[in-house]
């Protein structure tokens, strides 16, 4: 049984590894963000677009946005991670070649994703 406590104790250590870890790239990530917004927050005050003040405001704004955002990937309790699909419509448009070469591209998509349902199913 000594064997199923050096698991636990394995498994213990790997979570505290991966959260340290985590914690770093988060707070490297961070502090490039907010290098980045100080370069183009000095750029503008050189430029005259906005004080110093407002400059200060302005990266702390993104570091707070930063930090209150989830991470990219994630799920919300808004809807899954990925994006929602858009259809576009085109009733009224002329037909152009623009058009035509969009259709036939459209149709070929279309016809490789029958195909590779197809494939699946065998």
Request: glycine share 8%; charged share 35%; no cysteine.
């Amino acid at each position: 049984m000594a064997g199923l406590g050096d698991i636990v104790q394995k498994a213990f250590y790997l979570g505290v590894g991966l959260a340290s870890y985590a914690g770093e790239r988060a707070g490297s990530t961070l502090s490039q963000l907010r290098t980045q917004a100080q370069k183009l927050a000095d750029e503008m005050v050189e430029r005259g677009e906005m004080t110093a003040e407002e400059a200060r405001k302005f990266v702390d704004d993104m570091v707070i946005k930063a930090q209150q955002q989830p991470p990219a990937g994630t799920a919300t309790k808004e809807g899954p991670a990925e994006p929602r699909r858009i259809e576009i419509l085109d009733e009224e448009e002329p037909s152009t070649p623009e058009t035509k070469k969009a259709d036939h591209l459209r149709d070929q998509v279309q016809a490789l994703q029958e195909e590779l349902r197809r494939l699946q199913r065998e």
